[in-house]
């Protein structure tokens, strides 16, 4: 299978390419809080959660579509790029309908080919960058299953998110990273751009910096963290989001070696 290796063409060429924001967007003043520190920061894509896979009901299940015309506003006053997770046609038809820049299939959807395929379905036709993270289960062929669908829908700008996997035991990761299942996916397919999710692998803030520079070292081509203006008062996955400013410490020491030339 052939797939396109450039993500976003002129954006953030060096490595390794940061998308960053809260879990989930909770108010207008939280998401422009938060964006705002990030930009000044340099970061220049912004993630952010609207609707929201819960593993219990009764919690806050994400904003909706109401928060969309918040981002609007992060890319018109802060010249960022706006990422947004989808899980059915519905949401793929409502980011294309607010100018989002990227969308991600989230973790729980990826293992499921019914709601991957309905997304590409609804993605024919549509020129968009497509990040796709790992199955919640370690299943590399579930999880190149869901790539092949997105890709056989005509999207040429797709990633993979690796995001950690499904453990029951939570005491160290709150999803066992097991690098060697997106090292193969790069063995398999050398040319998609892959791209870490220190957040949702390390459950815990203190976690973000080793599992960044492990990426770093493993070749990974970009981050995604979970970033927000106040993390301790976040309205999901509180523990593991770091400020703006903690952000841009652990990205300045990161230390980028080029593994390509090693031996
Ligand atoms: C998220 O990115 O906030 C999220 C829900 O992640 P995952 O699909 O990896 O659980
Ligand atoms: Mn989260």
Known sequence: MELESILLPGVDAKRPLVIAGPCS???EEQVMETARGL????????RAGIW?????PGGFEGIGAEGLPWLKRVQSELGMYTAVEVATAKHVRECLANDVDILWIGARTSANPFAVQEIAD???GIDIPVLIKNPVNPDLDLWIGAIERVYNAGIRRIGAI????????????????????????HRRLPNLPIVCDPSHIGGKRELIAPLCQ??????????????????????????????PDVLDFILNTLVIRDMSQST
């Open 52 to 56: 929201k896979p819960r593993t219990k």
């Open 122 to 124: 609804a993605l024919e």
């Open 162 to 185: 690796h995001r950690g996997f499904s453990t029951y035991d939570k005491k160290i990761y709150r999803n066992l990273p097991q690098w060697h299942i997106p090292i193969e996916l």
């Open 214 to 243: 492990q990426a770093m070292d493993l070749n990974f081509d970009g981050l995604i963290v979970e970033s927000h203006c106040h993390p301790d008062k976040a309205w999901s996955d509180a523990a593991q989001q770091v400020t």
């Open 25 to 27: 967007a909770e108010t």
């Open 39 to 46: 930009s000044a920061r340099g970061i220049k894509i912004f």
